[in-house]
């Protein structure tokens, strides 16, 4: 699996003019896809300026941004190469399918890498399955699916490219508690199969809790923590200080301490909750 870093790397906006921004300040963080990794901040964080540094959309005003100790821009000429190794899923992307067929929209990707028909063909098969897209689904339109099969389709496309990270922004956004499942199970599974380094950014802290190993937490251009995810929302005060939430479930264990029944602060799936309940007994 392919590791990713971001050496004292940070990123200005419109730098030299009035309206000059600092995005990212100095940041320094690995990732290595043992497991998957959770991004999460409030809007204006930064969060989704380091993913477009990461898929080489952008480029740091300082620092580097490295994929398995190499440099992303130490070769100018050949950054398109980056974009097939780090795979961005944009958020709501259904609005990027644009081909008459959902074949050929996964197939656009795979063509642009320069494979032959056979191995682009075999691409779309193993994108397709990978997202739960069904083979009937690949000779219609994109736009007589529904949401959540536009949602894979997008995704189908970019697994097709066989990226060795796999970045997604709010890849559940819009879709009802059983198309969250779909999507972020399928996500999961994929990330186990093909040692992907997967990446998630959400709002969601129930999302997060449930599908991510790690997460890395970012507040106004930083980065406030970066751990297990029992760690990170065993520290909720700290969370809600910067404006970020907790899954319920670990408000509930926070309420449960206030009335002598104390769980843990590291409680945060009902699962894991009703096991420390269990063990009251």
Known sequence: ?????????????????????????????????????????????????????????????????????????????????????????????????????????????????????????KRVLQGAEFAGLHPDLLAKSPFELSGGQKRRAALAGVIAMSPKILILDEPAAGLDPGGRREILGGVKKYARESGTNVIIVSHSMEDMAMYCDDLVVMASGKILMHAPCADVFSRADELIAVGLDVPQITRVAYMLRQYGVDIGRDVYTVDWAFDKLRSKK
């Open 1 to 121: 699996m392919a590791t990713v870093e971001l050496r004292n790397v940070s990123y200005v906006y419109n730098k030299g003019t009035p309206y000059e921004a600092k995005a990212l300040d100095n940041i320094n963080l690995t990732m290595t896809g043992e497991g998957i990794t959770g991004l999460i901040g409030h809007t204006g964080s930064g969060k989704s300026t380091m993913m477009q540094l990461i898929n080489a959309l952008l480029k740091p005003t300082e620092g580097q941004v490295l994929i398995d100790g190499v440099d992303i821009w130490s070769e100018p000429k050949k950054i398109r190469q980056v974009r097939f190794k780090a795979g961005l899923v944009m958020q709501y992307p259904e609005y990027q399918l644009f081909a008459e067929t959902v074949e050929e929209d996964i197939a656009y990707g795979p063509r642009n890498m320069g494979l032959s028909e056979d191995e682009v063909q």
